[in-house]
């Protein structure tokens, strides 16, 4: 199956502060890009789906001016927590896709908001 | 008519047993139903997927049933494993304008299998 990685897989910082995960597919061209958001012992819930190029869809809820996500080109988007508080911590997944096939879901980021 | 609900919260099965976990959905949109099996602190991994046109679909020790008339399709998995202890999620799909898939998640069983 198709490979796809993130970066970091842990980070730590200190409310107020801004945090970059990257999330890239190494063999195959991602037409779209989802992330998720998984809480302890719970489900993922889609935070928002971007396709490369163009801004992307949040889904109710997310505010899109604290998870920013920018999707460059066809192997890599970023999400950028803006400043982060503690009520932010969770496992953030993404996932790429090429056009209709399947999802290829990362190793996960596991932030942590002191 | 988002939702897809899944059951058992948890299971736990002896070693060489079938587990079965199911989920149910309201929305006939949903034209995939995958089944994914995740980790602790690790992504999921997509185990087997079914199309509604199919009743069942089998890859070595895990078969999907699906019916489509009550919306309603499972996972068993036969001569579980304790390698098997993991959490599995079903899920079910609706494609996007932009030709992508959307996947609405079940709420997760987490499966522990004694040896």
């Known amino acids: 199956g198709a490979v796809v990685s993130q970066h970091p897989s842990r980070v730590i910082c200190k409310s107020g502060t801004s945090v970059k995960i990257e999330c890239r597919s190494l063999?195959?061209?991602?037409?779209?890009m989802f992330w998720y958001r998984q809480f302890p012992k719970q489900s993922l819930m889609l935070m928002a789906t971007?396709?490369?190029?163009?801004?992307?869809?949040?889904e109710q809820g997310v505010e899109k001016d604290k998870f920013l996500i920018n999707h460059a080109s066809l192997t890599l988007s970023t999400l950028t927590v803006t400043s982060a508080h503690p009520e932010d911590s969770s496992f953030y997944i993404c996932?790429?896709?090429?056009?209709?096939?399947?999802?290829?879901f990362g190793p996960g980021t596991r932030l942590t908001v002191l | 008519q988002q939702q897809v609900k899944q059951s058992p919260q948890s299971l736990i099965v002896q070693k060489g047993g079938i587990s079965i976990i199911n989920c149910a959905y309201e929305n006939t949109a949903f034209d995939y139903f995958p089944w994914y099996q995740q980790f602790p602190g690790k992504g999921p991994a997509l185990l087997i997927a079914?199309?509604?046109?199919?009743s069942e679909k089998k890859e070595g020790r895990f078969t999907i049933s699906f019916n489509k008339s009550a919306k309603q399709f499972s996972l068993h998995i036969m001569d579980s494993q304790p390698g098997d202890s993991a959490t599995y999620f079903c899920a079910a799909s609706i494609f996007l304008i932009q030709g992508a898939q959307k996947l609405v998640f079940g709420q997760g069983t987490r499966l522990t299998i004694n040896p």
């Open positions: 996932s790429a896709a090429y056009r209709y096939n399947e999802q290829f």
């Open positions: 079914i199309r509604p046109d199919v």
């Open positions: 063999d195959f061209q991602a037409t779209t």
């Open positions: 971007s396709n490369e190029g163009s801004k992307a869809t949040y």
